[in-house]
Each structure stands twice: as C-alpha cells, then as structure tokens.
C-alpha cells in the first residue's frame, strides 16, 4: 500500500479496455470494506444501477 501499484495497474488495464472499444467497468466489492471502496472511488468508480445478489444453499 501507498506505492500506488494499484493504481497504476488500473489505469494500463482501463487504457487496455478502452483500446478494446469496452466502453464501461464493474466491480463487485463488499461494501463495508471501505478500504477497498474507497479505492476504487480514487480510480473514478461510483455506483452503478445493478446489485449483486447471493443465495448460499
């Protein structure tokens, strides 16, 4: 943490799908690790319309 390897990662891969005509991202995050939330905040992410919903049998 802090030596922004993620971050830059995240942006070659966006460049990477961005030069693949992919158009839009979504990330699946828990939404009380706010770390990791937080994060992807800084790399522009908000949220979207959709949900995830789990069934555990």
């Known amino acids: 943490m802090g030596k922004q390897i993620g971050t830059r990662l995240a942006r070659e891969i966006f ?5 693949q ?3 839009n ?3 699946s995050v828990q ?3 706010t ?3 937080s994060f992807f ?3 522009g992410f908000h949220r979207s319309d959709f949900i995830n ?3 555990s049998l």
Not at 15 to 19: E, I, P, T
């Open 53 to 55: 919903l789990q069934k």
């Open 41 to 43: 905040k800084t790399l």
């Open 35 to 37: 770390d990791v939330v």
């Open 21 to 23: 005509s992919i158009t």
């Open 31 to 33: 939404w009380d690790a």
């Open 15 to 19: 460049a990477f799908y961005k030069d």
């Open 25 to 27: 991202l979504y990330a």
